[in-house]
């Protein structure tokens, strides 16, 4: 049940809802800059964290992330 | 002579009272003066911007289609107006939060690490007036006291906050070389 | 690996416009999804508000036609009486629906129309900058209630989607929320559900969802949607007011 | 029904035309003095396979029609003054979105409630639009119950070939008022010319959008001057007018609808006393029938009276037309009143008198 | 307040302006691009002791001024584009039972939900009356904002003084643009004009009737002569205008509002350029200063340029006024587009040397 | 002998034009006497409807302002909001409240506006010739439903009184008839009740009197007030939905 | 607890509401045709049966009734 | 010749139809007509009234402020048109129902017991239709034959009642005297 996100920089805001519901603390923000001018989320997890479980991508407004599972 | 001037940025950067602190200065320095904020569906998505022009004559159109100045607070704001600055106009960029710069040859780039002075003087949200203090050095339409005498009238209900904002105009200001 | 989530085509291509946080983008994206899921795309015509949606015709890839401000029961009726098997819906906000369209909506309901509005409460004029909305919460400060809203003058926030249950020829009326992922999935089955009750040609259905406004509630997308889990929602208890079965509406 | 003389009310006619011009939608609110009208698409729609729907108000009358339009429909609605006041934003978010349909105005006297009966005080509204923005709607003006039937059915081959909203501009006396009529045949619904920009779901073809909403200023302009350029196209290819007595006429009275039917009464009395008088009658209000009016006083007459049912509108679009060349007299009777042609008549010969003596 | 310079929004100042003449109540419903008017009236009516009521739609604010106008208030409301379309209803009702109140429309561009760029497509709607009826409204377009606080001032007095509803025609400039200004003084409410038809309770003498409904046409008539009557007092005692360096000039732009300030920008430029041209500015659109208008070209000049922001609305004013005498060019501008005074100048030149070389 | 009935003062002393058996013509009497008895003639301000009773302004003896067709609630707001002391009531047709003024009257509801509508529930719009109210019952045959009100084309009887009653700032609310003397009675009663609702600051009243139209009915005037027993009271059952006491409305 | 009524003819416009509602039944049409054209109704009663009641008063929608006891 | 009559009575009586048989037989003849109900609030109370305008031209206006002829069914609507009729015109008046006459010596004064004589032939509702036939005898705008075929085409989803109406155009057409 391993999974993946890919988080679609060019349409994330920087809201911070999937970082706040992620059940597993994967996704963090940072200062980076899009080029609209938001701070980006990353994805940070080893392998095997992330279990796909969706709501990070529920939840995402912009309909930035795509989740894959194994 | 009539100069617009465009302060643009996101929506919590206070452009607007960037604006709002210049052109209630020129009012008190008996100058003609128009301040354009903009409005409705436009700031949606979080930017604001508002044109200030400044003049010895009345003003015939508030608005600025081409200005001679930017005062500019983010990325997707300096990508809008880059290329509607007058040729031989200014443009001033928060060179801390801009990673890019224009480019065009023909006009005039300041580059003033706003946020960085402001936090210098006490709290980066004063990085407005560091940019409005850096803009009154090279584009002189008021004095420096007069627009610290207006920051003290805009923020008489938060007394607080008025001596950092009066040092960061100053801090703004002395960050330009030069005269 | 397999994609186990990915953008539907029922919206187009284009990133929206929304503020960070915003309720409305999520809400697009779950109707999208829908409608793809039952196979309606082609079938579906959306009425779009004058309201922060008012571009949502620019994301749904399906036919889309604007009202004027809060006659999205009015058009869709327009719509529906001359094309009986399309999936038709409105997308409205609180002030929409809920003040300047109080009597369009109430007769296209009384009128059993098979139509469904969905119904964005946001408690606020979200476009025009934060003013009252029919159902601001006592208390809540919006620009036009600068000393926070008043019943004795501004009136209770109106329950509307309960007002709307209670009439007869409404056949499904639910409220809902989207202030985390699971009230987000809940609300995708309450969608499903009210399209079923249309196109089973069962009578009026309405989805109330309350949504997030982090720009006008002067707050950080997570801290609005906890204010809509913890303020709203006792205002406005979730849940499916009605659900009527096949042929049942008639008298 | 068949193509005999009937014996019909204009209302009924107007109802009875409209389903043979190929309308099957009518959405309306009931106020005097149309109700007939509404009455009539009752019964008669379900025969044909229609839908009458009552509305709870003009407000959504106007906006049904709007929906129905958009999903492709021959569809019509009808009022009466203060009702058509509630349509206007209505009406111009049609324009905006350039969407066909016909609406009837059988106007009444006065601002406010006023009273229901005949007048002709909602010209403004009708040819300068009451709702906001730059838009106009083809206005056409029956004097009789015959040509209400004929008119109507053309309206929705106008509006669709405009996509344009068409208003039928009447009163109590054309719509109460019962005369022998000929009816048209039913146009067949395949017949009618097919439309590439309804929204029917997007079956085998891209999503599409109808709507006003036009954020760039630029894009805006633009979609103005193309608004613009069709009316313009409208304004060559439409007017509408008659001529009655005009060879040798002094003095031309200028009317329309009612008015101009009891004018046309008077300019027969005052010729027979022989009082050289003719009669031009706009029948489309926009487009006004400038050229055709100009031409009059290029050939020569140098007096205009306008009888008009209201204080005094349709006389500005007659300035304009004519400018401040020949003399220009204004006959208004604003409120209900319909002088009959008798005391018209004595009007015309008392004013072509006068003209003769100055 | 004090009476020194402020800098102010035209939404601002113009409530300010309303309270210190005596407006005391405000209803209305929110829209772009007026919204901080009624903020504005939200925060300050309750500290003068008035009050503020978002209605739930144009429709019902209307209504509201029209029953608080009946109490005898000095009452306010304000709208744009789409919403004064609601309105149309209730203020030809206001017309027809001579209610005074103040109606603030910042037009936008385009029909139906267009845009919210400044715009001046609703000149007819505000003078001609996009309602039913034979009414007409005060309108006054201020060009600065404090113009638009002297305007609103006055507003409420004209209003008293005729029975009439004035309307404040802006658009987003007026109202989103600050501007220094001086306020005139509060009024005691004790000093505004006493009212002897208003509905307060029938104490001490008999009871009293506001309507519209004359079913009687004669009476109806009658009514609407004496409304005529009214409005042709107020066309002789209320035009205002500016003009502008028209002296010498050999062409003069006909402008009002918004682009009135951008043409006077334009003006100054060409008579730089040695280009003799002027401006004319209607202050009041309803009743327009035709007599002004006309005085201009009796006194020789012969080529007017109309420059508005729509497709070309006022000039039917300017044509009514001038007739077919002197060269009449129209520079329209429709959905939310404004030049800028360099363009605009350009044209003038342009226009003036075209007419040289013809 | 002693007068033991005679005509109220706060009636002028003028025929109704109202057509013969028409319950309007009661009703007026029902609300003059009230008002006199209330001792409220010199501070009572109505709004009269379009509608049949468009001319009540011409029998009440009270000072009376016109409302456009369905929008009382809004002008009635306007007055009691610039005078807060006077007595305000609107009279209204079904049509007139319940159709075009949905949103007006809801929304005066909502807000407990201190004034009075009095809604005159006659099946019909009778001013216009008898075409389908909202309140015509299934069946029906009106001039707008030939062939009978069918819920499935035209919606169903509205009970809007019920609706108003579960509105927040609503006081007062009850359904009466007039269809025998007792009724008669029993409505003036009521109507006290809603006046004092209102002068007591406690909110919005509003009495929904079922009332006899023999005119658009095609009924004599017996056999009319024979209907509303039998057939009207079925679909608005009598009674007071809501009466709340002093203060109370609060929340 | 005698009583008497005074019905006012010019008033009345024959709905025979009073006819149809009063107990006693003391009121009776007529084919007499007043001013305005309606059939007018009458009270035909002995001393003492009207017992002044007031019920074709209240019914009566013109208040063409006026209503008396001793 | 162009004539205007005005029909008038109560609502029940049926005065819009005879204004409407008239019509229908005008048309079928071949002449100009118009038909013209009152309308609206004017039949509150339960008056109706209807102006009929035959003519072998077109015809301007539909209203008559004063009518030709008149046929009266009931009290108010005499009191309400006595002194319309143009001087030398006609007034029918249905003297089973109207129980005062008109004062003016400038009209002829025609009276037609119009409920006896419909009894007579079955059904008094037929009235209206012996005020029409009585007005054919002296106002022949078109043929009795004409309008008993239209009684035929009105009546055409009761036929039990057109033989009555038709024998009571004929009661009416013979109860005035002479040719
Ligand atoms: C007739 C009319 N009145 C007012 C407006 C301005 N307006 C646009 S959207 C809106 C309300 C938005 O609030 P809501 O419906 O709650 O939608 P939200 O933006 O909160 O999603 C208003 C008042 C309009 N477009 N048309
Ligand atoms: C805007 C508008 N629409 C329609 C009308 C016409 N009209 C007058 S009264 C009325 C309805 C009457 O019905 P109701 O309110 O039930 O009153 P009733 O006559 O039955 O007492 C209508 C539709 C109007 N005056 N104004
Ligand atoms: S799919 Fe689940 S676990 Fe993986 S990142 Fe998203 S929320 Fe976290
Ligand atoms: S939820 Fe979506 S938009 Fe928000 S931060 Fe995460 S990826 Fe970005
Ligand atoms: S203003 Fe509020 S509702 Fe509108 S887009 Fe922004 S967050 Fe969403
Ligand atoms: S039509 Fe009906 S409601 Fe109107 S007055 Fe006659 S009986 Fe009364
Ligand atoms: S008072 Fe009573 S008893 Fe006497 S007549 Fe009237 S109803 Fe009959
Ligand atoms: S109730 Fe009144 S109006 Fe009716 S019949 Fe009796 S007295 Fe006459
Ligand atoms: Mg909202
Ligand atoms: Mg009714």
Redesign the pocket.
């Known amino acids: 049940m391993a999974g993946k996100i890919v988080i679609n920089e060019g349409l994330c805001k920087g809201c911070i809802l999937c970082v706040e519901f992620c059940p597993r603390g994967l996704i963090k923000p940072t200062k980076e800059l899009n080029a609209k001018g938001y701070y980006v989320v990353v994805f940070e997890s080893d392998d095997g964290e992330c279990t796909a479980c969706t709501l990070c991508a529920v939840i995402c407004p912009e309909v930035a992330i795509e989740v894959y599972r194994e | 002579m009539l100069i617009k001037t465009v302060f643009a940025g996101f929506g919590g950067q206070g452009v607007l009272l960037m604006g709002y602190v210049l052109a209630y200065s020129a009012m008190l320095e008996g100058k003609h003066v128009t301040y354009l904020p903009s409005y409705g569906a436009e700031m949606r998505g979080g930017t604001a911007n508002c044109v200030v022009s400044v003049s010895n004559e009345e003003i015939a159109s508030p608005v600025a289609s081409s200005p001679d100045v930017a005062v500019i607070m983010n990325n997707p704001s300096l990508e809008r107006f880059q290329n509607q600055i007058q040729s031989g106009g200014m443009i001033y960029v928060n060179s801390d939060l801009i990673n890019f710069r224009p480019l065009r040859g023909d006009v005039i780039l300041y580059e003033v690490p706003a946020n960085t002075l402001a936090l210098e003087v006490g709290n980066d949200r004063a990085a407005n007036m560091v940019m409005l203090g850096a803009f009154l050095k090279r584009t002189p339409l008021v004095k420096l006291e007069t627009a610290q005498e207006v920051v003290g009238k805009v923020f008489v209900d938060k007394p607080g906050v008025i001596e950092l904002n009066r040092e960061a105009l100053l801090a703004g200001y002395q960050s330009i070389g030069g005269e | 690996m397999k994609k186990v989530f990915s953008r539907t085509k029922a919206l187009k291509p284009v990133p929206f416009h929304y503020c960070p946080g915003c309720g409305h983008s999520i809400l697009h994206r779950l109707v999208a999804e829908v409608i793809e899921e039952m196979d309606l795309i082609d079938r579906a015509i959306g009425v779009p508000p004058a309201g922060c949606a008012v571009l949502a015709y620019n994301y749904f890839d399906v036919d889309m036609g604007e009202a004027p401000h809060g006659r999205g029961a009015a058009v869709a009726t327009g719509i529906k009486r001359v094309l009986p098997d399309r999936l038709v819906f409105t997308y409205q906000g609180d002030g929409d629906i809920a003040a300047i369209g109080t009597a369009e909506t109430i007769h296209a309901a009384n009128r059993g129309e098979k139509i469904t509005a969905i119904f964005v409460n946001n408690a606020v004029y979200g476009m025009t900058g934060g003013q009252m909305a029919p159902t601001s919460i006592l208390g809540q400060v919006t620009t036009t209630t600068p000393r926070g809203r008043d019943s004795s003058r501004e009136g209770f926030p109106i329950n509307f989607t309960e007002v709307l249950a209670r009439i007869k020829g409404t056949a499904y009326a639910a409220r809902t929320s989207l202030h985390d992922p699971a009230h987000v999935l809940k609300t995708k089955r309450i969608l499903r559900k009210a399209f079923e009750a249309q196109m089973g040609g069962l009578g009026f259905s309405v989805v109330e969802v309350l949504s997030p406004c982090p720009t006008n509630w002067k707050m950080s997308p997570p801290r609005a949607f906890e204010w809509v889990k913890e303020e709203m929602v006792k205002h406005y208890p979730l849940g499916v007011f009605k659900e009527i079965e096949g042929g049942s509406l008639a008298d | 029904m068949s193509e005999e003389l009937e014996l019909m009310r204009g209302t009924y006619a107007i109802g009875e035309a409209a389903i043979r011009a190929g309308c099957r939608y009518y959405f309306g609110?009931?106020?005097?003095p149309q109700n007939e009208l509404p009455e009539y698409m009752s019964r008669r729609l379900p025969e044909v396979g229609g839908t009458f729907l009552q509305s709870e108000?003009?407000l959504a009358a106007i906006n049904m029609v709007l929906g129905a339009s958009m999903a492709g429909a021959r569809v019509m609605t009808s009022?009466s003054s203060?009702?058509i006041s509630?349509m206007q934003e209505g009406l111009s978010f049609m324009a905006g979105q350039e969407l066909s349909a016909v609406v009837v105005n059988m106007m009444r006297g006065g601002p406010g409630?006023g009273n229901i009966a005949p007048s002709q005080s909602d010209y403004f509204q009708a040819t300068r639009g009451g709702g906001h923005g730059d838009y106009r709607q083809i206005v056409l003006a029956p004097s009789s119950v015959q040509e209400a039937v004929d008119l109507t059915y053309r309206a929705f081959d106008l509006a669709d070939k405009y996509r344009m909203v068409v208003l039928i501009l009447g009163d109590g006396m054309v719509a109460q008022m019962m005369e022998p009529v000929r009816f048209p045949p039913m146009r067949p619904l395949e017949d009618l010319p097919s439309k590439n920009w309804t929204l029917t779901g997007a079956k085998g073809r891209p999503s599409r959008i109808l709507r006003s909403l036009i954020l760039d200023v630029n894009d805006m302009e633009e979609h103005n001057w193309k608004l613009v350029r069709k009316y313009q196209q409208v304004e060559r290819e439409c007017p509408l007018w008659e001529e009655f007595m005009l060879e040798d006429a002094e003095m031309v009275v200028v009317a329309f609808g009612t008015a101009a039917r009891i004018a046309k009464g008077a300019v027969k009395r005052a010729r027979k006393e022989g009082v050289k008088v003719g009669l031009f009658r706009p029948i489309t209000l926009w487009p006004f029938p400038f050229q055709a009016l100009r031409g009059l006083y290029q050939r020569g007459v140098d007096t205009f009276v306008v009888f008009e049912l209201n204080a005094g509108q349709m006389i500005e679009d007659v300035k304009i037309a004519l400018g401040n060349g020949p003399q220009l007299l204004s006959y208004a009777r604003p409120g209900g009143v319909v002088p009959n042609p008798q005391e018209l008549a004595r009007v015309f010969s008392r004013l072509v008198l006068s003209r003769r003596t100055s």
């Open positions: 609110y009931p106020i005097t108000s003009e009022s203060p009702g509630l409630l």
